[in-house]
């Protein structure tokens, strides 16, 4: 399966801007790898990141503290209440489409709820465990 | 706000007539409602005066007890925008500390038009927070404000609250 997900992007090279979850995943990867030779992203450790409670922030101790605990589901702004859209790239299309995107939520929710950035491998695991092998 | 003229103009145009209505201005940079927008109702610029909206972009890092900084040349569109639509006086308000942002929920205006509403349904888990406008003012998010669409937090239609 994992091989069959990195052929994948060469399959579909196309339009210049638009990005797949997979090629964020990739380049997060690649990022990685320098750190830490042979690193392979895990769906699970991306699991346990986004259901651990980081407890930094008191009204959001948690990723799912506003996404909800279903990343296929929406969720909630814990403040403000505003619909949150499902984190999941196959039920939200728009989910890890383009990188700058993606670095200014990371940048932003990681100081927020983990207390500091996010590493490239945190950031290559969670977008592995939301697209789930799909 | 280019001449002490319009200024005037603009400060004598009494909030309250537009109360029913408020919409975004034109001329919002796409970013307005790109990163406002993202968590929460766009609020519309009248709603705070220019130096309210200039101590906040100033600390988007310290927004509320979120983190919503922005990349500088963005900042700046917002700020722009923000400065050049803000209300005047009614709606100045001082932060609750030094390093806090002020908030458009404690001006003069907000707390005249709002203070009828009891300690219960701002307190009540739909509301959350008193800038969610959404959560009584069902229009909101299409910029209007009628008494007659409020339905707050119990159900009950504002305008019915006199048969309790």
């Given at each position: 399966m994992r091989i069959a997900l990195f052929v994948l992007p060469a399959l579909f090279a196309?339009?210049?801007q638009a990005a797949t979850p997979i090629e964020l995943m990739k380049g997060y990867s690649a990022e990685a790898s320098h750190q830490q030779a042979g690193f392979v992203p895990s769906a699970q450790r991306g699991a346990d990141f986004f259901a651990?409670?980081?407890?930094?922030?008191?009204?959001?101790?948690?990723?799912?503290?506003?996404?909800?605990?279903?990343?296929s589901k929406g969720g909630r702004?814990?403040?403000?209440d505003k619909p949150i859209k499902p984190l999941a790239p196959f039920a939200?299309?728009?989910?890890?489409?383009?990188l700058a995107k993606a670095e200014k939520w990371f940048r932003r929710n990681c100081k927020e709820v983990v207390g500091r950035d996010c590493a490239a491998a945190e950031k290559a695991d969670f977008i592995a465990f939301l697209t789930g092998g799909r | 706000m280019k001449t002490p003229y319009l200024a005037l103009t603009l400060l004598a145009l009494p909030l309250a007539a537009q109360a029913d209505k408020l919409v975004i201005p034109?001329?919002?940079?796409?970013?307005f409602e790109a990163e406002c927008g993202a968590c929460h109702l766009v609020f519309p610029?009248?709603?705070?005066d220019a130096k309210g909206w200039r101590q906040i972009m100033a600390r988007l890092d310290h927004h509320y007890g979120d983190n919503a900084s922005l990349d500088d040349q963005t900042r700046q569109s917002i700020d722009n925008f923000l400065v050049q639509n803000a209300g005047g006086a009614k709606v100045s308000a001082a932060p609750a500390a030094p390093a806090e942002p002020p908030r458009l929920t404690t001006t003069p205006w907000f707390k005249r038009k709002h203070h009828?509403?009891?300690?219960k349904d701002w307190q009540d888990d739909k509301v959350r927070?008193?800038?969610?406008?959404?959560a009584c003012h069902t229009r909101a998010a299409a910029g209007s404000y009628r008494e007659r669409e409020i339905v707050m937090p119990n159900g009950r239609r504002w305008e019915e609250k006199e048969d309790d």
């Open positions: 196309s339009s210049v651990r409670r980081f407890e930094v922030s008191a009204k959001m101790p948690a990723c799912t503290s506003c996404h909800g605990e279903d990343p702004h814990v403040v403000t939200n299309s728009e989910r890890f489409t383009d | 034109a001329g919002a940079p796409p970013a610029p009248a709603l705070l009828e509403v009891p300690a927070s008193p800038a969610n406008c959404a």
